[in-house]
Every structure is written in C-alpha cells, then in structure tokens.
C-alpha cells in the first residue's frame, strides 16, 4: 500500500513541477486558477477521447492490433503519425483554441504557452497514471523514466503549440492575416511532427536512433526553456 502511493506521488511531482515553472514564469500578469484548472482537465478529456478513437481504429485496422516490431515501415509510419502523434495533439489543440482564443485573459503573447502547457500536462498526467497501474510491476524504473522523458516532451509540444498561438494572435492584431493564419497552422502542425519523430525514434532500439533519440530530447528541452524564457520578458501587451 506505501509502495503505491510512493510511486502514484511520484508520478504527479514532474507535472506539478513543470506547471509551477511556467505559470511562475509569467511576469506580466498571471492567469487565472479557475481558466487553468478548466485547461488541465479539458487535458485530461483529451486523454480519453484519444484512446477511444484510437480503440475505434484499431477494430477498424487491423494492423494496428499487432506490435510494432511486426508491422512494415509503412504501417509504422501510420500508426505512428496517424493514431498516435494526429490524434493526441489534434485534440490537445481543439480544446486549448476553443477555450482560449477568445478568452478576454489572452492579453499577453507568453499566454498561450501556459494554457497549452496546462492542456498538455492535463493529458500527460492520465496518460502517465495508465501506463504506471500498466507496468506498476517495474515500479520506480517506470516512473522515473516517464518523469524524465514522456511527461517533459508532451510540456514541449505544447510550449510549441503556444508559442505559434501567440505569433498567430499577434500577427492578426497587426492586420496581417497571412502569418496569422500560417503561424496558427504551425501550432498544429508542428506539435505533431515533433510527436510523430519522438515515437518513431521510440519504435526501433538501437545505438543509432538511441544516439537521435538523445539529441532529440536535448534539443526540445533547450529550446522550449528559451522559448519560456524570452517571450515571458516580452513586456508589450496584446491589444
């Protein structure tokens, strides 16, 4: 009974600590509890309809039911691509833009990493709790390598998908619906490639996609740290 609690308390300490970095990171004006919480379980949301339309196309495809290890590389690229990296940011993205976008606290470019950090959290943190009751036989192993890995990674698809939410909003506020409407593509597409990448290099165990798979992971993190970094000294309000 100790060793559950230990290891179900553990799993929440990454989230909590990440959600705590962004939101005290906001220097201009922070937001609100209510919006944020309303974010985070719109996550959680997310989470599930993911996995029954995921469900829904596995009784549909038959390939999909089988491992990886046995699929060709096309029907790895689809699963990887289609069912998982579409889907998941797909939803993540419908609940945070129709939340937010004409929320009257979206005032501030730093805005929409908070809210489509606290989505993606929210749908870390299910995932992240069925896949420790999944493999709760490997115990801290599990929860360790979620922590470091799985849980940081969903924070940087959506500290991506914010920062292009904002470049979009900003960009339609100065009268220019081109980049608005391009930088608001990219807060979709590009959350979804970089999921897609971080499963394909998931797929196949080897030194090679291990030594991408690391780099990847640096990368993502240094950069969504200087993304939250910079735009939340931006002191221009949106208006």
Known sequence: MENSILIYGLCIVPIVLILLYVYISDKIEKEPIL???????????????????????KNIIPFLKISYCDMNILQILFKSLITIAFIEESFKWLFNYAITNKNKNFNHIYDPIVYSTFVSLGFAALENFIYISTYFS???????????ISIPCHAVFGILMGYFIGKSKKAKLDKNQKDSKKYLLFSLLIPIVMHFIYDLCLVKSNN???????????TNYVSAFKIVKSVSKTRKMLE
């Open 138 to 148: 490997q115990g801290l192993k599990i929860v360790i390598l979620r922590g470091i």
């Open 208 to 218: 090679a996609t291990f030594i991408m798979f690391i780099i990847f992971i640096i």
């Open 35 to 57: 919006l944020l919480t309303l974010l985070f379980a719109s996550g959680i949301i997310s989470c599930v309809l993911s996995f029954y339309l995921q469900t829904f196309l």
